[in-house]
Every structure is written in C-alpha cells, then in structure tokens.
C-alpha cells in the first residue's frame, strides 16, 4: 500500500531574540499534527527553525556588539533548546543563514529575475522593522504600527520589485476556491476583502547594501540585499532540500498545511503564493491561522516586552502539561489571555485530580482485587476526535477524550469495586474493572500526539499494571 504523506511547517522564527509562549504554541500545534499523522501510518514531515537575516536582527546585534552571525548563532541555539525540552519531533531545523538555503535563493532570485518578475525600479513605502513588513495606510492605527505600536519608516529609494501585481488575479481565483485554502474561513473572507479592496501592488525585493548589509546578496546586483521575507518564505522549499531536487521534497513538497498567526497571513496570503507561481512551483493546500496570545487583551511579544516564558512553564509542570493547558484552554483560531493561574486550576481538575487519579485508582484497585483485566470490545468515538484534529480543532478533541475519564469516573462510582470485591461478586468485579483498564488503554493512544511522554508513561504502567502517579500533586 502507498502511504499518504503529510508535510507540516510552522514560521519561521526571527532570531532576534529568545522564543516566548507565542512560538511555543505554533510548534506544539504543529507537532500534535506530525505525530497524529505518523501514529496514523503516514509518511510526515515537520519543518521549523530560525529566520536569521534584516534590519531588525542587525540592529539588535550592534545593540549587544556582536556580529549578527555571532548573535543568531545563540538565538537559533535557545530555539533549539525549548524545543527539545518541549519533545518537539521536528524533521529538520532549517536557519536561513545555512549555505545550502542562502544558495538556493540566490537561485531563485536569478530565475524570477531572469523570467522578468523582479526589476530595478524606484520603491515608496511606509515600513514597520519589527515586522519587517511594507504596511499600507490601512494598516496602521493612528499611524502606528498595530502589533508593535511603532511609528513606521518611510522608504523612498533604488531598490528591485517583485512583480506581485502579475499575480492578483489568478491567486484571487485560487483563494477563493480553496485551491489555495485559507482557514479558518473568517481569515480567508478578510485575505479576500483585501484583494478585493486594495489589490496586490509590486513589492521592494531588495534593499541597498548600505542600508541593509545583513542579508542575502542580489546574484544581479552585488550592490543589494534580498528582502527578508523573499529570503524567509524559501525555507519551506529548501528545507526539504529543494535545490537539489531531493526525496523529500519529491515526496513531500507540496505542504498540506502551514500554520502561524494572523500578524503574517497577509504576506503568506500575497507574496509568498506568488513566488511559488513564479518558480513554477505547487501551491501549499492550506494555510491555517491561530490567534494570538494576549497579556491583558494585548500581543504577546519581544518587542512588546510582555512575554511568557515557556520554558519556566515546562520546568515547573513539565512539558506536557503545558501542551494539554494551550490546546486546550484556548479554541486554535481565537485570541485569548494565557494566565498560569487557570493553568494551575486545569493541572489540578484535569490532569492530577483527573487523568492521573483514574490511573492509579484503576491500577492499584486491579492490584488490590487481583484482577487480570480481560479483551473487551467497548465502543470508542475514536473517529470524532481524528475529525476534530484533522480539523485543527484540538480543543474539542481534547475534550471527547476527557469526557471519557469524566464517564470512566462515574462508572467507577456507580458500581463502586470496593463493595463488588466485599460481597465477593467477582465477575461483576473484574468487569468493571477491565472496562476501566481498556478505556485506559484507549484514552493512552488517543492522548499520544498531545501528551507523547504522558502516553508512554501510560503505556508501561498499563503493561505491568505498577501505577505511579503521572501528574504529583505540586508543591505550591
Ligand atoms: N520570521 C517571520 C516568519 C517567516 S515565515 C516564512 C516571523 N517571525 S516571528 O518570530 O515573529 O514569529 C511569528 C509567528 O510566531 C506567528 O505567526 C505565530 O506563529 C507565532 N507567534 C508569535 N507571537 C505570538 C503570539 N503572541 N500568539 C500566538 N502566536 C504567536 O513572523
């Protein structure tokens, strides 16, 4: 049989300073994705990493004297490290300023240049760095920048243009009939509104050297730097190994769903399509946009000042818990506040006092009563939760797997083992019980992409029918 593939990407993040919840949350999504898939049979693969070139980044490089160089280098490293602690099963760590990527968009510039879709002209714009986005008037909130409350720059000079006015109306047609899919529907009508409304106009592709130096060189023009989404977008294409045509990127280009946040839908609803068309490249099938995390109905972010930690988050409740409390707490596609305080209500109700206390109940109690659970067909609605993760919404899955512990509880009550075991009504007693256990045992491959390292724990103790508990009850 021919397996399905399935090739996942998160954004690529600025390396221009240390992750925070925001970027921890695009990675766990992306990584309950690839390991849903993989358990399901298919062929993934999972792509993330580190955007390492632009202004922003040598700005802040000269701000802490080091060569940019020297300052990504240990950025793409604290990446690097919360995702292993955060058991991220990644495919490849791609970083923009590796060889092999900085040659391939060197190709790529050439050919779209070559083709007649990049060319030298004069380019005015209106520009916020800690985007490193061109914004329109209708962009801005009171002129200022809405996700960084910064006063844009206003560019005027020499530069290259990208022919992205060539592309309106075919990607028009793709978006709206999902051949380039945009979900969740609501961001798909507003990247519709926005052709509609203003239409695609030609981009700067380049900036001169003295202005921009930390970049990737112009293959037609030394004098220039490419602009650092035309550098960025290419990461998905040679992650896989584009350049040189590998067996990943034969089998798994093009990508079945890209994932980010809305602060970047726009240029991965515009210009990055329109490279792909111009490369004479496949479309993604799906972009699909999350929400954001908010501090007080705010952005989260670097330049905001007001991060969370994840890694703080992990070492204190480990890193499973803090996968199952952002899927969970918030629907993936809205805004909403990330407070470690519900986070702490949640640990308590649903993972010590709820998972884990049905484990160890059910395992000490088979113990106890000498039970040897038997093979029992009960009837799992495995189906709807591979629905609902299918469809991105992580929240209701993991709610149709609690609202087993939840029945598993109440069953637990209701035919009370303890009494079955002193009335000595073994059969009733050792149904109950292997009812319970092959929940148990359901509920542990069905939490898998979520909570993997909970899972196995699981796994072994549902073996040799040894419970410990999974979630210890904290010390605050
Ligand atoms: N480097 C670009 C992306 C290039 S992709 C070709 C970039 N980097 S970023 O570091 O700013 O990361 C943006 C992404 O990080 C968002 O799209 C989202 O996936 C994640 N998040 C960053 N802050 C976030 C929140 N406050 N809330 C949720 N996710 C956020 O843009």
């Known amino acids: 049989m021919v397996k399905d593939k399935f090739y996942v990407t998160t954004p690529i993040y600025y ?24 358990q399901k049979g298919d062929e993934v693969f999972f792509l993330t990493g580190t955007d390492e070139h632009g202004a922003k980044i040598q ?38 300023t590796e060889k092999e990527h900085e040659k391939s968009v060197s190709e790529a510039l050439q050919k779209m240049y070559d083709a007649g879709y990049i060319y030298k002209g004069e380019y005015e714009a209106l520009y916020c760095v800690e985007c490193e986005q061109y914004k329109s008037k209708s962009d801005l909130v009171d002129g200022l920048c809405s996700d960084h409350k910064k006063k844009p720059e206003v560019h005027k000079e020499e530069s290259y243009l990208f022919k992205l006015s060539a592309f309106q109306d075919d990607l028009l047609k793709k978006i709206k009939k999902d051949e380039y899919k945009i979900r969740p529907t609501k961001r798909k009508n507003e990247v519709v509104s926005f052709y509609e409304k203003e239409g695609l106009s ?27 989404w ?14 040189t045509k590998t067996k990943d990127y034969k089998t798994f280009w093009p990508a079945d769903v890209q994932l980010m946040s809305k ?15 111009a490369l004479g490249e ?65 640990y308590k109700s649903d ?41 991105l919404e992580f929240d209701k899955a993991l709610d149709k797997i609690w609202l087993q512990i939840k029945y598993c509880d109440t069953y637990i009550e209701n035919n009370k083992p303890w009494d079955l075991a002193k009335e000595g009504k073994d059969k009733k007693l050792e149904e109950v019980l292997s009812t319970v256990y092959h929940y148990l045992k359901n509920i542990q491959k069905q939490i898998y992409p979520f909570m993997p390292e909970t899972s196995e724990k699981m796994k072994k103790q549902l073996e040799t029918l040894k419970p410990k508990p999974l979630f210890p009850k904290l010390e605050k």
């Open 15 to 38: 390396a221009s300073g240390s992750p925070h919840i925001g970027h921890a949350y695009t990675t766990i999504a992306a990584d309950v994705l690839a390991r849903y898939y993989r």
């Open 59 to 96: 700005e802040v490089a000269e701000e802490k004297k080091e060569t940019p160089k020297q300052f990504v280098d240990g950025v793409a490293e604290e990446f690097k490290t919360l995702f292993k602690k955060l058991d991220i099963s990644n495919n490849n760590f791609i970083r923009t």
């Open 202 to 228: 030609d981009i700067a592709f380049s900036r001169k050297k003295e202005k921009v130096e930390w970049g990737i060189e112009l293959p037609f023009d030394k004098g220039h730097t490419a602009y650092v």
């Open 230 to 243: 035309a550098d960025a977008f290419l990461n998905y294409l040679t992650g896989l190994g584009w350049t």
């Open 263 to 277: 602060d970047i839908l726009r240029v991965h609803a515009t210009i990055w399509p329109a490279m792909l068309l």
């Open 282 to 346: 496949e479309l993604p099938k799906q972009l699909f946009i999350h929400g954001y995390f908010t501090v007080n109905g705010h952005k989260m972010g670097k330049s905001q000042g007001n991060t969370v930690d994840p890694t703080k988050i992990a070492d204190e409740y480990g890193a499973d818990v803090l996968k199952y409390f952002i899927l969970r707490d918030i629907p993936f596609g809205n805004d909403g506040d990330f407070s470690t305080e519900r986070l702490a209500v949640r």
């Open 351 to 391: 993972l010590s006092g709820g998972l884990g206390n049905l484990m160890q109940r059910t395992l000490t109690m088979i113990n106890k009563y000498n039970v040897k659970p038997k093979k029992l067909d009960t009837n799992v609605p495995v189906k709807q939760i591979h629905e609902y993760i299918e469809k």
